[in-house]
């Protein structure tokens, strides 16, 4: 019996151990938060009955996941605890009844909303920004203060008033739904991999090693916790640090609530549970604060989070349905998804058809047979999951579902490669969805942008034989006495396709590369690349550790483009194209202009600015390598505008077409270079 105990400890272990590793390291979670609690409770529990077993490294005894390894580790000043958890009314007047049994009845609540977004702690010195760090293990995290620096609400400096010399502030930081939803639609059109929900994007992107790349995606945070020396003698309770920290310029959340008992906190929590729908941002739940900085001192804390506090998570809201079949869509590199076609259910206000699988593993792990009812849940996920099966409505002598040996397509068998969880159909030159797909990538607005054909054309022309590799697209001229003879093709749109082919030519070489459609390189992997090879030739003769040098490529990617690189297939397919005259080289100025320094570069400034005085943006300019000047001329680079700029300075740029930016640019310019 002692066997099967020790067994399952380790088990849960192990498996509780690898969710928190996707979930802070990866960024991803393949369980949701409540399953998640129920296996730590249940390790818990055994943990404490049987403690020899206990593993030294148990997830019940860390706050958090370990840390990545790209950024400077930093110690937290005061560590980063979780909160409780709690999902019924049961155990929240529970939680009431310990707070009143040690600090007595005159107890005030104050109740947040939780965020679901990802911890940080920033530090101010002297009202200026310095440091911002994620919670990593709880104790130490990554120093991620440049990409933090980014998020337009959180201040550099303060506005002079009455805060402490040193302090540390924490909040969350998250995607609102229309940023996430935008970015994520670009990235599919690029052929980037999507993010599953608004707060993996929040997080993949705090942990980006490119601060302009964040900057370019849209980050908000809400501020709700403040740490500072002799904090007691500066506020009596949270509630009075929280106004504070507002009047500092801080953005905290409006939905906040002083709650006198139990009652009005449960009252919150319904009202925010219908509510939190018409919020702009995800939250998983309510934080319950005991308010009084006196009280919280008295009932102090355990382990791993204060006594007097704890969250109320909301459930992800579950239907169950019929799964009806699995559908397996190849895409355009080749890879398999399973898609589970549902009896038509509503869900959190939507009418769901279908869910996705992601892979073989997910259809194993759920043990999903042919006509089972399955639970089905829309948590932050824009697509539903299906999370398990209701085994009581199971009819006897149903089958699983088997994963198919051969591609849906063209039949021929499908491979998955060690270590990897998606099957990948390798019949690139004779399976129609990636042929045409990969055609389709190529045209697309953000690769070789050929105007005047579009995916219908490229469907119809494949089906004829008039294209088949993307070299062909360069042949149609070749054609155009057949083109006339097609139904729905004019002269004239023959002409304006044939003019859009000849045009896309002079697409610079780090389209060309994002258009060819490699397996992982997506619009920024191109562009990364372009730059640091600058030409198809330099790319062909890195080995794949040269590649993986390169910022930001994952050895994952650099296998991929030198294997792509030296199938005979593509080097022909390759040639074809530089004869068709495509660009396979960077031009010097491009390679220049990319660099981006300050050094070289001359500005002016003009205006006030919030974060800056005129002086300390100069010497900030100065100190990485730009040149001040006093006069708008044609060899000025940059003009760095503020507010109430005078008029006639930026009409004069206006004309000489001076590129006008923001004390903002010039800190992603300066961040980006150090
Ligand atoms: S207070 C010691 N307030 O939830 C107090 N946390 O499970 C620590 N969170 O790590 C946190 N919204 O990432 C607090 N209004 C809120 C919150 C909040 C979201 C997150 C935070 C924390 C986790 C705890």
Not at 88 to 93: C, D, F, I, K, S
Not at 107 to 120: A, H, M, N, P, T
Not at 128 to 154: C, E, M, P, W, Y
Not at 157 to 164: G, Q
Request: proline share 3%; net charge negative; with cysteine.
């Amino acid at each position: 019996m002692f066997a099967d105990i020790q067994e399952k400890i380790t088990q849960l272990t192990k498996e509780l151990n690898e969710y928190n590793y996707q979930y802070y390291v990866l960024a991803h979670s393949a369980i949701s938060d409540y399953d998640f609690d129920i296996k730590l409770k249940e390790l818990e529990a055994l943990e404490k009955q049987y403690p020899q077993f206990k593993d030294p490294n148990s997830p019940t005894q860390k706050v958090g996941g370990d840390i990545t390894h790209k950024f400077n580790t930093v110690k937290h000043r005061w560590p980063m605890l979780s909160l409780g958890n709690t999902y019924n009314e049961q155990e929240l007047r529970d939680f009431d009844e310990r707070v009143r049994k040690i600090v007595g009845d005159q107890v005030q609540y104050v109740c947040e909303l939780k965020f679901d977004g990802l911890s940080i702690s920033i530090t101010y010195e002297q009202g200026k920004l310095v440091r911002a760090v994620t919670r990593g293990d709880g104790t130490q995290g990554d120093d991620v203060t440049n990409n933090v620096k980014t998020i337009r609400s959180i201040p550099h400096s303060l506005k002079k008033n009455s805060y402490p010399d040193i302090f540390e502030i924490r909040g969350e930081i998250f995607m609102h739904h229309a940023a996430f939803e935008r970015l994520n639609k670009k990235r599919e059109e690029n052929g980037e991999q999507i993010y599953a929900n608004p707060r993996n994007f929040a997080s993949g992107t705090v942990k980006l090693q490119d601060p302009k790349e964040v900057a370019k995606r849209p980050l908000d945070c809400f501020l709700y916790f403040l740490y500072t020396d002799r904090r007691n003698r500066l506020f009596d309770s949270h509630w009075d640090s929280i106004q504070a920290i507002k009047s500092w310029g801080f953005p905290i959340s409006e939905h906040t609530k002083l709650c006198q008992n139990i009652e009005e906190i449960w009252a919150f929590i319904n009202f925010w549970e219908e509510m939190r729908h018409q919020l702009t941002y995800d939250i998983d739940g309510i934080v319950i604060k005991v308010n009084d900085y006196a009280q919280q001192e008295e009932l102090g804390f355990t382990a791993k989070s204060p006594r007097w506090a704890i969250s109320y998570k909301y459930k992800a809201e579950r239907v169950e349905t019929l799964l009806k079949s699995i559908t397996y869509q190849v895409g355009r590199t080749g890879a398999v998804t399973p898609v589970a076609n549902l009896e038509p259910v509503l869900l959190a206000g939507t009418t769901v058809k279908r869910a996705s699988l992601h892979n073989a593993n997910e259809i194993a792990r759920l043990d999903l047979h042919v006509n089972d009812t399955v639970y089905v849940e829309k948590g932050g996920e824009i697509i539903p999951k299906i999370i398990g099966v209701n085994n009581e409505k199971r009819a006897v002598g149903t089958s699983p579902f088997v994963y198919p040996t051969l591609c849906p397509e063209c039949h021929e068998p499908l491979v998955r490669q060690e270590g990897e969880a998606v099957h990948y159909c390798l019949n690139e030159a004779g399976c129609k969805p990636q042929i045409v797909g990969k055609l389709q990538h190529f045209i697309g607005r953000k690769m070789m942008d050929i105007q005047g054909l579009g995916n219908e054309t490229i469907e119809t022309f494949y089906s004829l034989g008039l294209l088949h590799n993307i070299s062909d697209i360069y042949s149609l001229k070749e054609h155009r006495e057949e083109l006339k003879t097609l139904d729905r093709f004019g002269e004239k749109s023959i002409e304006n396709m044939l003019t859009g082919i000849e045009n896309s030519k002079s697409k610079p070489f780090e389209k060309v590369l994002f258009a060819l459609g490699i397996r992982h390189v997506g619009e920024t992997i191109a562009k990364k690349l372009a730059l640091h090879f600058k030409s198809l030739d330099n790319l062909a003769q890195a080995n794949v550790d040269e590649i993986a040098d390169v910022p930001d490529i994952g050895i994952r990617i650099a296998e991929s483009v030198y294997h792509y690189l030296r199938d005979e297939r593509h080097v022909q397919e390759l040639n074809r194209l530089k004869l068709a005259g495509l660009r396979f080289e960077m031009e010097e100025q491009e390679v220049v202009a990319a660099g981006s320094n300050l050094t070289g570069k001359t500005f002016l400034i003009s205006g006030v600015f919030a974060d800056f005085s005129r002086e300390e943006l100069a010497q900030l300019i100065e100190s990485h390598g730009g040149k001040m000047v006093s006069s708008i001329s044609a060899k000025l680079n940059y003009l760095v505008a503020g507010d109430k700029m005078g008029p006639s300075k930026l009409a004069k740029a206006e004309k000489l077409k001076i590129p006008i930016i923001s004390d903002k640019e010039i800190l992603e310019m300066i961040i980006q270079n150090t």
